[in-house]
């Protein structure tokens, strides 16, 4: 079974740095594109950066310059690293990727979210 583990969540002031780590586990076969999601209450979960398993990336506007998506293929993992922190930066942190299992087609799957709590 195929699943997605995040760590790295916590606090920290405003200007701090926190670095996420997610890595995918299970019979799989491949991965595509790796991102990462937040979601504040009452709000929809909404893209944060996403890298290609070629390494292109995209990032929301609101974390371009400060935030910074990597992968490592071999580890099949991604990484948020993210520095200059804001307190609206403050939301669950959630890992998603498109995984192809050993058997079965591609599919999208979630991590279990962490939170990243940021004070002024």
């Known amino acids: 079974q195929v699943q997605l583990v995040e760590s790295g969540g916590g606090s920290a002031q405003a200007g701090g740095s926190l670095r996420l780590s997610c890595g995918a586990s ?12 937040r979601q504040t209450p009452g709000n929809q979960r909404a893209l944060v950066a996403a890298i290609a398993d070629g390494g292109s990336t995209n990032y929301a506007d609101s974390v371009k310059g ?5 992968r490592d293929n071999v580890q099949k993992s991604v990484y948020l690293q993210m520095n ?34 940021v004070s002024s």
């Not at 400060?66 to 990597?70: E, H, K, Q, W």
């Not at 942190?93 to 299992?101: G, K, L, Q, T, V």
Request: hydrophobic content about 35%.
């Open 26 to 37: 299970g019979s799989i076969y491949s991965v595509a594109t790796m991102a990462w999601y």
């Open 66 to 70: 400060r935030f910074t998506i990597s």
């Open 84 to 117: 200059s922190l804001k307190p609206e930066d403050t939301a669950v942190y959630y890992c998603n990727a498109d995984i192809r299992p050993l058997t079965g087609r591609f599919g999208n799957y979630w991590g279990q979210g962490t939170q990243v709590t």
